[in-house]
């Protein structure tokens, strides 16, 4: 034969078993029976009678199952034959000890996803940007006595100019500009930019150019570059864009190019305009006017401390050089990355340890479980071993049987991790920074799914392995009472939960502290009545109310229309409204205006307000007089002044009928005035951040464009919205509203971050305790069964039902106990790290431990009453009976 | 695979059915029949043995079966040497010759 031939014969030979199992089985069937007839039609031939031939040569034939083995051996066909039967059985297992499987997929499953769903965020939140060699963009922060500031445009003129160490300089400002002419007006976030920044961060525009060198000098010709959003939704995705004209702010543009939204920076720019500084702002006497966000590249071959060093030179020499402006001004350079997520790190990190704590505890619990359950069945394996089951069959058995929750676990963790991610994404995506598109990190789902598996391994297969070391006759002796594995095992066990508990005790605190600070913050006095106020913002634009006197007309027109909306009780207008991102802080001289040095002079916060204001804001009145229609143009110059001012600036003394006036002249007058009323302080930059000393100005005093729009209102804000927009339509169809809201979404949204943070970290600790309260009850009540005989004798022997009792809580709160004092030390090791979280809580607040404490304390007696009451219902005569 | 730890035997077996099956085409029980007349019943085949011996001997390819009928009218799995079965025979043959040959010669001398 020649040697293909023989290899098919041998393919067919050894495929076909495989093949068609069925099939090779019914024929071996078959063949036996055959066999069998065979052999007693010959014994009968012999002589024997019928009966006597079957029975006899039945009884030499032997056991037809063994040499079936046998035969499928030859065939090969064994292993995998075995393996499928140890999944069946393993599944079978399952499926007979619901509780278990449940308690333990579940387990495995919100581990799993926790860990991996956080992890993926944090990934996504820190991940590169997305720019060209990212880790060498940085941005050049001015600070101002340590404190964070804006530069100026001649300080980032001076830097570009003398920096060796930085290249590609380019300064940012962030506008709102209207688009008209297509559809609706719309208010968008234009980032006007130096001409070098697009090319400096190497992205690559959709359609068109980005901005070339000189683009952005005084008297080049209006350019435009679109956001990937705006152009989709305005100008539907059309690429024959580019070389067009749009009007904004009525002016008209041509569009260069459109940049996609990936690689968006600012992350809130819809559009970008070259930067050209107005001329004002490069006039020295403008050295200290500071509006400018800052980025650059580090040259090749600088490390960022060289550039550190430099920068602080050259700003340190203009400082000098211009005392008045720069004194106190120095510069810091970060990674720009780390301006960008900075201050996510610390919290972000903080709730990836939290899940991390959480899939310990997880994995903890199922070790738990799988021990317990391993215990309950010495005895069944001794006597399946006796009976004749190959050990290394039954570890491979065992083995298959506790990996079995982990892949249905893992399974559905991958599916939690992946709706979890999706969700963070969309109720964090105002929250927090670069979630878009945020999907799951596979290496954070592996490392999961591995911490998991190994788990398995360690409590499901160890202790397999233990078992066959022990072998049969130990395990038939220590069937279903204390042997030595099983004291041993219960150590472990007891171990186990002691540190789950210490895990979810840390959790706890964490959890704890972090509510009581949410309490806190949402328990501050913000300083106005959030309920039943609407807000919209107005932009009035230089090109068309370019003077003071159309200002204040349209001004005048607006209230009386925002009056005349549905349900409006009071209204006014402010520049800005609290809790919104505006800071425009100006020195200040009491009584009479003195030339300082800036470093001297006093600085306060500066609002606009309209007489209505306050009233519709619901700020309280402290002393004197809020602003009247009476304070306008032609009357004497008017300030009302927070407490905050009062208290700082005028200690103890009556502040009504004194001066302020500001470092801030228009037309030749210099703005402040007398101090006519104190008004209550408001927390304007967030509910977390005291109110700054700060002035009010009356609007027809100091007209200004862009305004925000405040009404109390009984009626619904969508029906209100609706009015507003029409009404401002008839008197200026060019005019958009926008950032539309509630003062109590304002509100919420203010307090969006830690709301996020503490929903998370209470919704882990919650998991955490009840997983914890799971091991206890196990551990417990395994207890209470093996000792059944024990509890039994004490009975018997005269011990009362509550001293039963009394000593299975006892074994609970014993194991909750140490665990909970691990678990505090643990806490208030790192309970510094919370500090950033944390709003008028101190991290290691007394009463959130002792609460923690006493919760705990509780899940263990709960945990343990089950188990408990079972222990007190044993019936001494039967229980000696048992295993007697 | 197999627990077996008598591998002579074993083999011994082997070349036993294939010697069996080289005179024709047979049954696993004709087989075990055959062996037991010609050795005079010295030699009693346990079907625990020859069953999975066949099988073993057929995924080698040194026999082949086919579904046939018996003497008596039954479906019956016969099996039959290949041509290399034929040669194993020979192989197995003369390495058993050199090996009895071996024994006799350590036994004879005293």
Redesign the interface.
């Known amino acids: 034969?020649d040697a293909l031939h023989?290899l098919a014969?041998?393919a067919r030979?050894?495929l076909r078993p495989l093949l068609s199992r069925r099939d090779a089985e019914a024929?071996?069937d078959?063949?036996?029976r055959?066999?069998l007839?065979?052999?007693i039609?010959?014994r009968i031939r012999r002589g024997m009678t019928p009966d006597a031939a079957r029975t006899s040569a039945l009884r030499d034939?032997?056991?037809v199952s063994?040499?079936k083995e046998?035969?499928r051996?030859?065939?090969?066909t064994r292993v995998m034959d075995e393996v499928s039967r140890d999944a069946r059985y393993g599944l079978r297992a399952l499926w007979r000890a619901p509780a278990f499987t449940a308690v333990a997929v579940l387990t495995i499953a919100l581990g799993v996803g926790a860990a991996t769903t956080i992890y993926s965020v944090v990934q996504a939140v820190l991940r590169p940007l997305p720019f060209h060699d990212p880790a060498s963009l940085v941005a050049v922060v001015t600070t101002y006595r340590g404190k964070d500031d804006a530069a100026s445009a001649l300080d980032f003129v001076d830097w570009r100019r003398e920096s060796k160490t930085l290249t590609g300089m380019a300064a940012i400002a962030t506008d709102a500009m209207t688009l008209t002419g297509r559809g609706d007006p719309e208010r968008m976030y234009a980032a006007t930019v130096s001409a070098g920044l697009l090319s400096m961060l190497r992205v690559r525009p959709l359609a068109g150019r980005v901005f070339r060198a000189g683009e952005d000098s005084v008297g080049a010709a209006r350019i435009v570059i679109l956001g990937e959003a705006i152009w989709r939704r305005r100008f539907s995705s059309d690429p024959g864009i580019v070389g067009e004209t749009v009007r904004l702010d009525g002016n008209p543009y041509t569009v260069v190019g459109v940049l996609p939204t990936r690689v968006t920076y600012p992350a809130a720019a819809e559009i970008y305009l070259p930067l050209v500084f107005p001329t004002g702002d490069l006039d020295e006497g403008n050295r200290g006017a500071r509006y400018y966000d800052v980025v650059a590249r580090l040259a090749p071959g600088t490390t960022i401390e060289q550039a550190r060093a430099e920068m602080r030179t050259i700003t340190s020499r203009i400082a000098s050089a211009h005392p008045q402006a720069d004194e106190g001004v120095s510069v810091r350079v970060t990674p720009l990355l780390e301006e960008t997520v900075g201050t996510f790190r610390r919290p972000l990190l903080i709730l990836l340890g939290a899940a991390g704590v959480l899939l310990l505890i997880a994995c903890a619990n199922v070790a738990n479980l799988l021990l317990v359950r391993a215990a309950g069945r010495d005895g069944e394996l001794a006597v399946r071993t006796a009976l004749g089951a190959g050990r290394a069959r039954l570890v491979r058995q065992l083995a298959t049987e506790a990996l079995a929750p982990f892949l249905i676990g893992g399974a559905l963790g991958i599916a939690l991790a992946t709706l979890g991610t999706r969700w963070f994404a969309v109720a964090a995506s105002d929250t927090v920074p670069r979630l878009t598109g945020a999907g799951v990190d596979s290496a954070a789902l592996l490392l999961a799914l591995v911490a998991t598996l190994i788990t398995g391994v360690i409590f499901g297969v160890i202790p397999a392995l233990r078992f066959a070391r022990l072998g049969v006759s130990g395990a038939l002796r220590g069937a279903g009472r204390s042997s030595q594995g099983s004291i041993a095992r219960r150590r472990a066990r007891t171990a186990i939960v002691g540190s789950e508990v210490a895990l979810a005790v840390m959790l706890l605190v964490v959890a704890g502290l972090v509510v009581r600070s949410f309490q806190r913050l949402m328990a501050v006095d913000p300083g106005f009545r959030r309920g039943g106020v609407v807000t919209f913002r107005l932009d009035l634009p230089n090109t068309r109310y370019g003077d003071a006197a159309k200002l204040r007309a349209f001004a005048a027109q607006l209230d009386d229309r925002i009056r005349a909306l549905p349900g409006v009780r009071a209204s006014g207008r402010v520049l800005r409204a609290p809790l919104s991102e505006y800071n425009f802080n100006v020195g200040f001289s009491v009584d009479r205006w003195r030339e300082e040095t800036g470093s001297r002079r006093p600085a306060a916060q500066v609002r606009i307000a309209s007489p209505g204001y306050f009233e519709a804001m619901g700020i309280r009145l402290v002393r004197g007089r809020t602003f009247t229609a009476r304070d306008d143009a032609n009357a004497p110059q008017v300030v009302v002044i927070n407490q905050a001012m009062a208290r700082a600036h005028f200690s103890g003394e009556n502040p009504l009928g004194r001066h302020v006036w500001l470092g801030w002249e228009e037309g030749g007058v210099r703005r402040g005035g007398e101090i006519v009323g104190v008004v209550d302080d408001v927390r304007q930059f967030g509910l977390d951040r005291p109110s700054a000393p700060e002035m009010y100005l009356p609007y027809d005093q100091t007209p200004v464009g862009p305004m925000t729009v405040v009404a109390r209102t009984s009626a619904s804000p969508d029906v209100v919205f609706a009015a507003a927009r029409a009404a401002v339509r008839e008197l200026d169809p060019d005019l958009p509203l926008f950032e539309l809201g509630t003062l109590q979404e304002r509100f919420e949204r203010s307090a969006a971050r830690p709301r996020l943070y503490m929903t998370l970290l209470a919704t882990f600790a919650v998991v955490a305790v009840l997983l914890a309260a799971i091991g206890l009850y196990g551990v417990v009540s395994y207890a209470v069964r093996q000792q059944t005989r024990e509890i039994g004798i004490r009975l018997a022997l005269g011990a009362t039902r509550s001293n039963v009792a009394g000593t299975v809580v006892g074994h609970s709160l014993t194991v909750t106990v140490v665990g909970a004092a691990l678990g505090l030390a643990g806490a208030l090791a790192v309970s510094h790290l919370l500090q950033a979280l944390l709003f008028g809580v101190s991290p290691t607040d007394a009463w959130t431990y002792v609460a923690v404490v006493g919760l705990i304390a509780l899940v263990g007696v709960v945990a343990s009453w089950v188990p408990a009451r079972r222990a007190t219902a044993i019936d001494p005569a039967s229980a000696l009976r048992e295993e007697g | 695979?197999?627990t077996d730890n008598t591998d002579v035997l074993q083999g011994t077996l082997d070349m036993l059915i294939l010697k069996a099956l080289s005179l024709e085409p047979m049954?696993?029980?004709?087989i075990s029949?055959r062996i037991q007349q010609i050795s005079r019943d010295v030699l009693q085949i346990?079907?625990?043995?020859l069953?999975?011996a066949l099988?073993?001997l057929?995924?080698?390819?040194w026999i082949?079966s086919d579904?046939g009928t018996?003497e008596?009218n039954?479906?019956?799995?016969y099996y039959r040497l290949?041509?290399?079965g034929k040669k194993q025979l020979a192989e197995e043959r003369a390495s058993w010759q050199r090996f009895t040959l071996a024994v006799e010669r350590v036994l004879q001398t005293t």
Do not use: I
């Open positions: 034969m023989l014969r041998r030979g050894f024929e071996l078959e063949e036996m055959f066999h007839d065979a052999e039609a010959e034939f032997g056991g063994r040499f046998e035969c051996d030859a065939w090969g | 695979m197999a049954h696993g029980w004709g029949q346990n079907q625990g043995s069953y999975p099988h073993r057929e995924r080698r390819a082949d579904w018996s008596n039954r479906r019956a799995k290949t041509s290399v």
